[in-house]
């Protein structure tokens, strides 16, 4: 039984997400895959019920069901809220008077800190033996870039030559759902970027708007910006190794220094100052780190 047709909302949906939202491609087949997964569970379970007999116990019963095959807390909230955005859509187009998913709870998880590079070891990061080759200075690039501004790695793939504003010390960026912001950066940095510009212009054959590409002229590959940040990361005590620990020191090392919380909240792109008010708690920690350490009592 092919999902679609059994169920077209599914695909008006993603639709919906795809052209009126503008979700990414990651965040479309996300959506997909989670939702898929549930109407596959209600046509082998339920015999394709209905979006409009679509009960709690059914969405209860399919929870139910991954549980017991152990997936982890987070994975299901995920789930969870992919069905509330959905039904959530039906009600708004009429298709139903009432989402199911109102008694449904999602499961809680055990928040943990954001982990970040402290700033004695920023300098020991980035200067750190980078070959004087066209990769060495690119990776060297990237690692500064991604502490200067807080950039996604997504958002750093894709920055173009045109979103870097020389006169007024700030770039663009394009960020989730198409939203942009406005970081600035020092005078330093602008001359590091238009220097990195001016070469690849001199050795890079093809025409590309991109600021950051291989030596050939391709777009950086999510994997192996992710492999290189990994393999300078190996060298400095930080749990977490990926380029998200940079955007995670940027966050921290600007809390720690007094930055306004609404200030941090625009910088990182956040839609709501929830998701920002974690590096308060490593803010809180350093606070206590300096009372056990300078207090006679502590």
């Given at each position: 039984?092919n999902i679609?047709?059994?169920?077209?909302?599914?695909q008006i949906?993603?639709?919906?997400l795809?052209?009126?939202?503008k979700?990414s491609?990651h965040?479309?087949?996300?959506?997909?895959?989670?939702?898929?997964?549930?109407?596959?569970?209600l046509?082998?379970?339920?015999?394709?019920?209905s979006i409009?007999n679509i009960?709690?116990?059914?969405?209860?019963?399919?929870?139910?069901?991954l549980?017991?095959?152990?997936l982890?807390?987070?994975?299901i909230k995920?789930?969870i809220?992919?069905?509330?955005?959905?039904?959530?859509?039906q009600v708004?187009?009429?298709v139903?008077?009432?989402?199911?998913?109102?008694?449904?709870?999602?499961?809680k998880?055990?928040?943990r800190?954001?982990?970040f590079i402290?700033?004695?070891?920023?300098?020991?990061?980035l200067?750190?033996?980078?070959?004087?080759?066209?990769?060495g200075k690119t990776?060297?690039?990237?690692?500064?870039?991604f502490y200067?501004t807080g950039?996604?790695?997504?958002?750093?793939i894709?920055l173009?030559?045109?979103?870097i504003?020389?006169?007024?010390l700030?770039?663009?960026?394009?960020?989730?759902?198409?939203?942009?912001?406005i970081?600035?950066v020092?005078?330093?940095?602008?001359?590091?970027?238009?220097?990195?510009?001016?070469?690849?212009?001199?050795?890079?054959?093809?025409?590309v708007?991109n600021?950051?590409?291989?030596?050939?002229?391709?777009?950086?590959?999510p994997?192996n910006?992710?492999?290189?940040?990994n393999k300078?990361l190996?060298n400095i005590?930080v749990a977490?190794?990926?380029?998200?620990?940079?955007r995670?020191?940027?966050?921290?090392?600007?809390m720690?220094n007094?930055?306004d919380?609404?200030?941090?909240?625009?910088l990182?792109?956040?839609?709501?100052?929830?998701a920002?008010?974690v590096?308060t708690h490593?803010s809180i920690?350093?606070?206590?780190?300096?009372?056990?350490?300078?207090?006679?009592?502590?």
């Amino acid at each position: 039984m092919n999902i679609i047709e059994t169920y077209p909302q599914l695909q008006i949906f993603l639709n919906y997400l795809k052209f009126e939202k503008k979700y990414s491609k990651h965040t479309l087949i996300s959506y997909q895959t989670d939702l898929e997964q549930f109407f596959v569970y209600l046509i082998s379970q339920y015999d394709a019920p209905s979006i409009e007999n679509i009960k709690p116990t059914l969405i209860r019963s399919w929870l139910g069901e991954l549980k017991e095959d152990d997936l982890v807390a987070k994975s299901i909230k995920r789930k969870i809220s992919a069905l509330k955005s959905f039904f959530k859509y039906q009600v708004k187009i009429g298709v139903v008077a009432q989402t199911p998913m109102v008694t449904i709870v999602s499961p809680k998880l055990n928040k943990r800190l954001p982990s970040f590079i402290e700033e004695t070891q920023i300098e020991n990061l980035l200067n750190n033996n980078f070959t004087d080759d066209w990769k060495g200075k690119t990776e060297k690039l990237v690692l500064q870039l991604f502490y200067a501004t807080g950039m996604r790695l997504s958002e750093l793939i894709n920055l173009k030559e045109n979103q870097i504003d020389k006169a007024n010390l700030h770039i663009k960026v394009t960020g989730k759902g198409n939203k942009e912001r406005i970081i600035p950066v020092t005078q330093a940095l602008i001359g590091l970027l238009e220097n990195h510009i001016t070469e690849k212009r001199k050795n890079i054959t093809i025409d590309v708007a991109n600021v950051f590409v291989t030596n050939s002229g391709r777009l950086l590959n999510p994997r192996n910006v992710y492999a290189f940040v990994n393999k300078r990361l190996k060298n400095i005590l930080v749990a977490q190794k990926s380029p998200h620990v940079l955007r995670h020191s940027f966050a921290t090392h600007l809390m720690n220094n007094g930055a306004d919380l609404n200030a941090v909240k625009e910088l990182l792109g956040h839609s709501s100052l929830a998701a920002t008010q974690v590096y308060t708690h490593n803010s809180i920690e350093k606070l206590k780190e300096v009372f056990k350490k300078a207090h006679p009592k502590a």
